[in-house]
């Protein structure tokens, strides 16, 4: 769930949403630079392998169409443990 307060100029960005994940995508624009923020939860059920090649997916597509970005979840992701790599 994400609060944004009514007067601020947020748009949410469906395109930005992946099936295989629960994610949100806004863009709002701050100083003449257009930014994404992004919320990510990678369910317990949903493989590393997977959780990683979708986040990557949208992550791709954010860099091409953003000055900026900010991204937080609950990733659920170990990524210091080398045996997920």
């Given at each position: 769930?994400?609060?944004?307060?009514g007067d601020?100029?947020?748009?949410?960005?469906?395109?930005?949403?992946?099936?295989?994940?629960?994610?949100?995508?806004?863009?709002?624009?701050?100083?003449?630079?257009?930014?994404?923020?992004?919320?990510?939860?990678?369910?317990?059920?949903?493989?590393?392998?997977?959780?990683?090649?979708?986040?990557?997916?949208?992550?791709?597509?954010?860099?091409?169409?953003?000055?900026?970005?900010?991204?937080?979840?609950?990733?659920?992701?170990?990524?210091?443990?080398?045996?997920?790599?």
């Open positions: 769930m994400v609060f944004v307060r601020l100029p947020i748009k949410r960005r469906a395109d930005l949403k992946h099936q295989g994940l629960e994610n949100l995508g806004f863009e709002f624009n701050l100083v003449k630079r257009k930014w994404c923020i992004s919320f990510i939860y990678k369910p317990p059920s949903l493989s590393d392998k997977d959780f990683e090649k979708n986040t990557t997916n949208i992550l791709d597509r954010i860099i091409l169409k953003f000055d900026h970005m900010f991204v937080s979840g609950d990733l659920n992701f170990d990524m210091l443990n080398k045996e997920k790599m």
